[in-house]
C-alpha cells in the first residue's frame, strides 16, 4: 500500500520559534501550569485544539475577497446559506461567531433551573452553556465509550436503553435531547447512523426535539462510510444529509469542519423556535444575515463546507490519527482505540497509574509533553469534568490527554516528532508527579485556573 500523502500542496508558511526545555520549564512555572495561558509563539507544535486553527485552501482565501460586508441581506450570507442547507438541510440557519454562541441561543430557550438534557457526551462549552442556565446535562454514552481499550467501532453511540429510561424518570423535566458527533469528549468516537436514527425515533416518541452538534459531522460520516455495513457506495454528502435529516435542529462550530478559522451557526426546523432564536441573536450577536461574523468569513465557510467533504482529504485526515495512534501503541502507550476523527487521545489514568485521578494524571502527562518536546495538549478528564456545579469533586469517566490535529496545518515530520517525544516520556513517565488546583472559577475551570506541582 502507498503512504498516504498530504492531498495538497503548500503555498505559505509560518515559521516556528524553537524554545529549550529549560525556556519552557519557566514558561510553564509563568503560567502556573496551565498550557492555555502559554502564549502560542513559545508552543513548537500546538495541538491544543483543532478548533479554527487549520489552513485555509486558496480558493478559500479567494472567496473572501468577494466577501460582502453589508449590514443586512450581504450576499455573502446567502451563499453561506445555501453551503449549508445542500448538507445539513434544516428550514433555517441561523449564523453565530462560533458554536458555543449557537449553543448559549438554544439553551436560553431550552435550558432553565430544573431542567435535565441527555447526550451522548455533552462537550465542556455545551454543558457550561446548561450549567450556566440553571439545567443539568447527563452523558448517557454506551459503556464502551468509557473503555478507552475497546475497538466497538461507534463508541460514541448513545446508550438507548439508559436514554428511554432517563426520559421515563425525569418526563417533562427534559426540554430536548442532544447528541455530538463525533463524541469529542469521548476520544473523538463515531456516531453510527443506525444509531442516529434510533435516538431521533426516542426522541419523537417521548415528543422532544432532537439536536445534533455537529461540529465533526464530515468525520463522523467517513466512519459510517467505512464501518457501517451497508454504507460503502455511498457519497459522504448522502450520508451527512441523511444524518442530518433525523434532527429537529443542530448547532455547530464551523471552526472543526467548515475549515473555518471563526464561525459556527444554530439551524432550525421550528419557526417559532427560530423567532425566539433570532431574537437574541439580535440582542447578542447581530443581525441575522451575519450573526457576529464578516461577510469575507461567511464566503470562506461557504467554500470551506464544500472541501471538507472529499474523500482524499478525510482518508489522508484519519489515516494521520491511526499512524500516531498505531506507533504509539507499539511504544506500549495506552491510547483510546480506534482511532477517532480529529485527534489521538492518551489513556493517562492507565498510563500513569501512581497518580491518583483527584492529582490529576491528565494535567501531569500534558504538562510533560509540552517541557520535553514544546507540544501542547489538552487534558480531558477530572480537571475539565470532576468540579460539579454544587462545589463537589469526583474523578471524571476517564482521564484523558487529548492531541487535536489541526487541519491541513502539521506534516508527516511533525508527527514523527510527537513519536519521538513520547519514547522519551516512556523512560521517565514512572518520574512524572501531580497536580493540585490552587485557583478556579466557578464554571470551565480548566480554561482559566492555577496548578500547583506536587
Not at 500500500?1 to 508558511?13: A, G, L, N, Y
Request: with cysteine; aromatic share 8%.
Amino acid at each position: 500500500m502507498k503512504t498516504i500523502i498530504e492531498p495538497f500542496r503548500i503555498k505559505s508558511v509560518e515559521p516556528i520559534r524553537m524554545t529549550t526545555r529549560e525556556e519552557r520549564q519557566r514558561l510553564l512555572e509563568e503560567a502556573h501550569f496551565n498550557l492555555f495561558a502559554l502564549h502560542s509563539d513559545d508552543v513548537l507544535i500546538d495541538l491544543l485544539t483543532d478548533s479554527g486553527t487549520g489552513a485555509m485552501s486558496s480558493a478559500q482565501w479567494a472567496a473572501m475577497m468577494r466577501g460582502d460586508e453589508s449590514y443586512a441581506g450581504s450576499p455573502s450570507f446567502y451563499r453561506f446559506e445555501a453551503a449549508v442547507k445542500n448538507l445539513a438541510p434544516f428550514k433555517h440557519v441561523i449564523p453565530t461567531h462560533q458554536g458555543r454562541a449557537a449553543e448559549d441561543i438554544l439553551f436560553s430557550i431550552f435550558g432553565g433551573l430544573g431542567r435535565n438534557i441527555p447526550s451522548n457526551t455533552h462537550f465542556d462549552t455545551t454543558r457550561g452553556n446548561i450549567e450556566s442556565s440553571g439545567a443539568m446535562g447527563h452523558d448517557l454514552v454506551i459503556a464502551d465509550g468509557n473503555d478507552p481499550a475497546s475497538l466497538h467501532p461507534f463508541k460514541g453511540n448513545m446508550d438507548l436503553a439508559r436514554l428511554e429510561a432517563y426520559l421515563e424518570e425525569h418526563g417533562d423535566s427534559v426540554p430536548c435531547v442532544m447528541l455530538t458527533i463525533t463524541n469529542n469528549a469521548g476520544g473523538g468516537q463515531p456516531v453510527s447512523l443506525e444509531n442516529i436514527r434510533e435516538v431521533s425515533a426516542l426522541a419523537k416518541e417521548y415528543n422532544k426535539p432532537f439536536f445534533i452538534d455537529g461540529c465533526r459531522f464530515a468525520e463522523n460520516a467517513w466512519f459510517i462510510k467505512q464501518r457501517e455495513p451497508g454504507q460503502q457506495d455511498r457519497s459522504i454528502p448522502e450520508i451527512v444529509r441523511d444524518c442530518f435529516s433525523c434532527a429537529d435542529g443542530m448547532t455547530m462550530s464551523a471552526k472543526k469542519d467548515a475549515f473555518g478559522n471563526i464561525g459556527g451557526w444554530l439551524a432550525l426546523n421550528d419557526d417559532e423556535l427560530a423567532e425566539q432564536a433570532r431574537t437574541h441573536l439580535i440582542r447578542t450577536e447581530g443581525f441575522p444575515t451575519y450573526g457576529g461574523l464578516a461577510g469575507r468569513d461567511l464566503d470562506a465557510l461557504a467554500q470551506g463546507l464544500s472541501e471538507i467533504v472529499d474523500e482524499n482529504y478525510l482518508h489522508y485526515r484519519i489515516r494521520t490519527n491511526e499512524y500516531i495512534i498505531e506507533r504509539l501503541d507499539a511504544l506500549g502507550v495506552p491510547v483510546v482505540k480506534p482511532a477517532g476523527g480529529h485527534a489521538v487521545f492518551i489513556d493517562s489514568r492507565k498510563w500513569l497509574e501512581h497518580i491518583p485521578p483527584l492529582e490529576y494524571p491528565g494535567q501531569a502527562l500534558a504538562v510533560a509533553l509540552y517541557e520535553l518536546g514544546g507540544i501542547r495538549g489538552c487534558e480531558i478528564g477530572t480537571v475539565m469534568f470532576g468540579a460539579h456545579p454544587d462545589g463537589s469533586e469526583a474523578p471524571a469517566a476517564m482521564d484523558l490527554v487529548r492531541l487535536a490535529i489541526p487541519r491541513r496545518t502539521y506534516t508527516q515530520s511533525h508527527a514523527d516528532y510527537i513519536i519521538e517525544v513520547f519514547e522519551e516520556l516512556v523512560d521517565i513517565k514512572d518520574s512524572l508527579k501531580g497536580f493540585r488546583i490552587s485557583r478556579q472559577p466557578k464554571l470551565m475551570r480548566h480554561f482559566t485556573c492555577s496548578f500547583e506541582r506536587l
